[in-house]
């Protein structure tokens, strides 16, 4: 029983260590959509910064507004210049946790993440369902939440109003790997 | 009899069709060629990410959408979320690297070099996160032992 002890602590520690991990996605994926009678607008962004915090289930998301890529210049350049304004705020973040998180859940399971979407300047509390799974011992988040474009003091010209949807669909795409500070 | 034409008409004509042409050309314009632009730098990666962490020149020396000429070590080649990125590392004591997004067309290349190639490549400057962040990158030498 002795010679037990030192198992068991050794194994707890292990166990410990795991969970006090973070993890962390360099190459995130964040699209989102627009959809509307006059035009279809999408733009992909394949460098977002992730990192959560295993022990804790807390995320924090960083994404550069300006490596958004979309299928023609002109659009880039009214979601830059115009709508956004990335020079003013260059970066959209969300803060928030996984409600429920449990690491030692091998099988995909939904969660949901809440959080404080910033953007353009404004903060928003989103619930965000969300996909997780654990393959090859790699974490990868995948889900999709919308965004009402008004929410975050965007304006529209009239001119461009038809152009764009009032509800833009965004889905993003992370796989985690370990944190190496 | 024929009532001649007011230049007003005519100016009209050639404002109209100067205002197509310009949202024409506008509209159709193709972005930056990397590869022909001259850097604003030319620069190791190592020494960029230290100035990019240090936050006495984090703010000057670099802006978004620069053309930068990077000399590195591969880090990692992979394909995620369906692009080709080059990763190259920061140094020993550096735990950021320079992501490069490639431009697409040089898959070949690509396919013949492997990680701690010694590498030249060009890109647009986007920002800095955890690392620094480079789109439409292309290669411009190879320095393969």
Known sequence: MNKL???LFLVSFCVHAQNTEKIIARQGNVAFFSYTSVENIKAQNNQVLSIIDLSSGEIAVNI??????????????????????????????????????????????????KGTFTMHG?????????????????????????????DYDI??????????????SVDFRFEYDPYDS | MKKPSRPSTYIFGIALVLLLSAIAFWYFQKPLDVSKATPEMSISAENLLAQLKDTTTQLTVLNAEEVVEIHGVIKEINTLNGRETLILQGGADIKSYIICDMKAGQTETLNQLH???SITLKGIYKGFLKDAIFLNCVLTRTHQP
Do not use: C
């Open chain 2, 115 to 117: 990680e701690k190639d």
């Open chain 1, 64 to 113: 550069l507004m300006n490596a958004f890529v979309f299928e023609k210049a002109l659009m880039r350049e009214h979601f830059n210049e115009s709508y956004i304004e990335s020079d003013i705020y260059p970066k959209a973040t969300f803060e928030g946790t996984i409600a429920d998180f449990d690491t030692s859940q091998s099988e995909p399971h939904t969660r949901i993440v």
């Open chain 1, 122 to 150: 404004v903060s928003k509390t989103l619930d965000i369902k969300t996909k997780i799974e654990k393959i090859d011992g790699k974490y990868i988040l995948t889900g999709t939440f919308e965004a009402v474009v008004k």
């Open chain 1, 5 to 7: 002890i030192p198992i």
């Open chain 1, 155 to 168: 304006k529209i010209p009239p001119l461009l109003a038809g152009n764009i949807a009032k509800t833009i």
